[in-house]
């Protein structure tokens, strides 16, 4: 009796298979899952909301907390934006158990709200980000989207700058 050559093939395809599998079939150590967590501890940041607003903020934060991000904005070590132009914030670093600091200022322009804001390292005291926003008109629909475009750019800033 002659065997067909694909039938040889194929009787060698399966003996050479099973004698890599049945190791890995019987191993009793080989762990279900590999758990490789490579990804930095969330940040911190303290949102000093910013000067002549009380809009914008709350849902800054609001967002902001949404992420794995801590945000830290009552009780605050620093209480005014003035605080960023003054270095002693720096002296305080042990004591600052944050990151990041965020703050700003809206300014209202022929109806046009104007957002100044800045990211500051903490502990090297380096300005990460100036930015300013932009939000056309005064109403409901315009400032809930420029606070949700801002937190996402201030998302952005802080977990780029963390790698």
Sequence with gaps: MRLHPIKILLVISIAVLSLFASPLLTAKNIPASLNLDTSLPPATAIFIPFTSDSILSPMIIKDLQRTELTIISENL??????????????????????????????????????????????????????????ILDYDDYSLRYGAHRIADHLYEIITNSQK
Excluded at 102 to 128: P, W
């Design 77 to 134: 070590p620093l209480h005014s934006p003035n605080d960023v132009a003054d270095t002693s914030y720096r002296s305080q670093g042990p004591d600052i158990a944050a990151d990041y600091l965020i703050t700003g200022a809206t300014t209202v322009n022929n109806a046009k709200i104007i957002i100044n804001y800045k990211v500051v390292d903490i502990h090297s005291g380096q300005i990460i980000a100036n930015e300013q926003h932009l």
